[in-house]
């Protein structure tokens, strides 16, 4: 009967729409199952937002700069387990950030030890102990129930018993916590009007859930911010984020599963509710033809994925997609300097925060990744700074050309300003600087309006009230960071695994 079974999967084909860790994850799984795997990318180079470009001899990192899930039981080391691949080599980040507020030299460092973090905490936020205990509860529960895989939220019977069958006793501690927000949290007990705690939250989260404390579901603020202690942590790839999508690829035609880059979809044909095909182009010779398969799955934004299905998507689903909350974008500047524009025993990555009265608002803070020397990003005695601040997508598209240009110069020279105050940036320490906008973002990655990030971690749109991998479309499959749990590349990984799984259950 196995046989039989590996036998019908390696006739039916599936076709992976996007080729960013989420997409490749999915396609590197269900090649190493027997599946006829096609994974499809209108990019130059595999990644989606956590690929890499080079300069002059540097190397950056596009977007995701970090990466959770490596250790023992950690979601990439027991993917890459299954594919019989080896993981990137890796440094731990500590601390995982180093986040200076406005006016203080000193940074609150977000260290890997938890009874360091602890001391730190303390120290930093007096009487906040009893919080910070809650988020450790609730950290440690949902963790292991994550660890059992459910599928959230469940849309199937299936679904339904994967879910069940991960809940156990300990689980029942967070579901008071359900409707609460971190904004709750301080408030229960006397911290909301703590502004160095609050406004410490607000950056740490808007990094993670796209919104700040007020808005951030409690229970998705315990993991977000718990993840980054040992035994878990954030690390830095040997050589660049590239890596990582570089060994799912092997992985992929290891297994027989096939990659076309340059390659997009226009149309995910639908009939009688069900997946019959797409429509691809190949950007190169401008030929379009229509490939059958059994099933897709789509590494995409929900908002590309409305796009691409058309009129076939339920009234229901259309609404709620039209209804959320606009994204963010980016603004991103990429500098590779001297090493000597680098402070001592700078921290991998920091955060800024300029102005109080500005809170996170837009170009008021920024989130920094610098290089270590010979980890592969940049020539000996070189170094890069790559610094990125949320901001509003739309902007950057209200603009004529000349607009946009202008835009992008004032925030380049604020933001190179602003770094100036931390690093030694003269001309001559600068040996090249370019910058990325939300304009650049949609461009190489595809990504409606360049909006980067995911879904906001608000308690209308998180785990059980996220969306699922499983969409209204019989066979068709949603991963990436609109999903559950979907942020970074370990929540896009989670989400590929999911579909996965799925897909086999059907």
């Not at 600068?430 to 990030?453: D, K, N, S, W, Y």
């Amino acid at each position: 009967m196995a046989s039989q079974n590996l036998s019908n999967r390696k006739t039916h084909r599936v076709t992976v729409i996007g080729a960013g860790i989420g997409g490749l994850t999915a396609g590197a799984l269900l090649a190493r199952r027997g599946y006829q795997v096609l994974v499809l990318d209108q990019a130059l180079v595999p990644g989606g937002c956590a690929s890499t470009f080079k300069r002059r001899g540097f190397t950056f990192d596009v977007g995701a700069t970090q990466v959770a899930g490596l250790e023992a039981g950690g979601i990439h080391k027991r993917i890459f387990e299954e594919l019989e691949i080896d993981l990137p080599a890796a440094m731990p980040c500590d601390p995982a950030c180093a986040v200076f507020l406005p006016g203080e030299s000193v940074p609150i460092n977000v260290w890997r030890d938890p009874e360091k973090w602890k001391i730190e905490r303390q120290r930093q936020f007096p009487g906040s102990e009893p919080f910070w205990q809650l988020m450790a509860t609730l950290f440690n529960a949902s963790w292991k129930f994550q660890a059992r895989d459910p599928v959230l939220p469940p849309r199937s019977l299936w679904d339904l018993r994967q879910l069940l069958s991960s809940v156990r006793p300990d689980t029942l501690v967070t579901v008071p916590f359900t409707f609460m927000s971190v904004g709750d949290a301080l408030r229960r007990y006397g911290l909301y009007e703590n502004q160095r705690l609050r406004t410490f939250l607000d950056l740490q989260l808007k990094l993670y859930s796209q919104v700040d404390a007020d808005e951030t579901a409690l229970l998705y603020a315990a993991t977000a911010l718990g993840v980054s202690q040992e035994p878990q942590g954030l690390f830095h790839l040997q050589g660049s984020m590239q890596v990582l999508s570089d060994r799912l690829v092997e992985a992929l035609e290891k297994y027989g599963g096939k990659l076309l880059m340059r390659h997009s979809v226009e149309k995910i044909e639908v009939s009688g509710g069900k997946v019959t095909g797409v429509r691809i182009r190949n950007q190169k010779t401008s030929q379009v033809w229509k490939e059958p398969t059994e099933q897709v799955v789509a590494n995409l934004t929900v908002q590309n994925l409305l796009k691409l299905v058309g009129d076939a998507m339920p009234r229901g689903y259309r609404r709620r997609v039209e209804k959320l909350p606009p994204a963010s974008g980016a603004f991103v500047i990429y500098l590779g300097v001297e090493q000597s524009a680098i402070p001592l025993d700078c921290p991998p990555h920091l955060q800024f925060l300029y102005d109080y009265s500005g809170a996170i608002a837009e170009n008021n803070s920024l989130f920094v990744s610098v290089s270590k020397p010979g980890d592969g990003r940049a020539p000996e005695g070189k170094a890069t700074i790559i610094a990125s601040s949320f901001t509003d997508s739309q902007r950057w598209w209200l603009n004529s050309q000349q607009d946009y240009n202008s835009l992008k110069q004032n925030y380049t020279k604020k933001a190179i300003a602003r770094l100036a105050e931390y690093f030694y940036l003269k001309p001559e320490t600068i040996l090249h600087q370019e910058a990325a906008t939300p304009r650049t973002f949609a461009h190489f990655t595809g990504r409606e309006q360049g909006i980067v990030g995911g879904i906001g971690q608000r308690i209308s749109t998180f785990g059980p009230f996220g969306f699922a991998t499983r969409t209204p479309i019989n066979c068709l499959w949603l991963v990436g960071d609109s999903t559950h749990p979907g942020e970074g590349t370990a929540g896009v990984s989670y989400s590929a695994l999911t579909a996965v799984r799925q897909i086999e259950a059907s």
